[in-house]
């Protein structure tokens, strides 16, 4: 069943549905939510009420739109107010958290390294750098998805990018080249 499938039968009144929603993109929102968050449990929670906010919503979704963008924005606004809203819990270990997918050329004291300047970065920053790199967004999906105009995604990518260098150096991890 294919997203337009799905969305029409929720609206139909069948709640089932929207389990074929949940399961094609509930992975990838957990992905965005964490790199936002920096807190998988965090994540989790703020996955689970997104979905249930976009079940809710589901009548105001334009049809001619993909979901996921759409879902983004929902996605986003639960993260910031997890971050805005209540103190942020002490990280755990940091092996209980991956913003960044292994690469088979880094060490894993490198990659700990990468993680914990990520992690040290402001939401925004980490969120932008997430779905441009990790994610393979271009600057155009960024500004539909983040909902500001193309130049003010480039803007912000480059310092963004500018922050994260300036905390792999603070770290003196100067042996990877991190293409950014």
Known sequence: ???????????????EAFRHIVERYQAEAIGH?????????????????????????????DLSRRFYPWFYVILRNRCYKLVHGRKKREMGNSN??????????????????LEQAMLELPTEDRELITLRHLDGLSYQELAERLQVPQGT?????????????????RHSFTGLRVEL
Not at 160 to 165: E, I, N, S, T, Y
């Open 96 to 113: 209980d958290i991956e913003i960044l997918a292994p690469a088979a050329n880094i060490r894993p004291e490198e990659s700990m390294l």
């Open 1 to 15: 069943m294919d997203d337009h499938a799905a969305i029409e039968r929720c609206r139909a009144g069948d709640t």
């Open 33 to 61: 939510a964490t790199a936002i968050l920096g807190n998988h449990e965090d994540a989790l929670d703020a996955v689970q009420e997104a979905f249930i906010d976009a079940f809710q919503a589901l009548d105001r979704l």
């Open 153 to 169: 995604i480039m803007s912000r990518l480059y310092h963004a990018r500018k922050k994260l260098r300036d905390r792999l150096a």
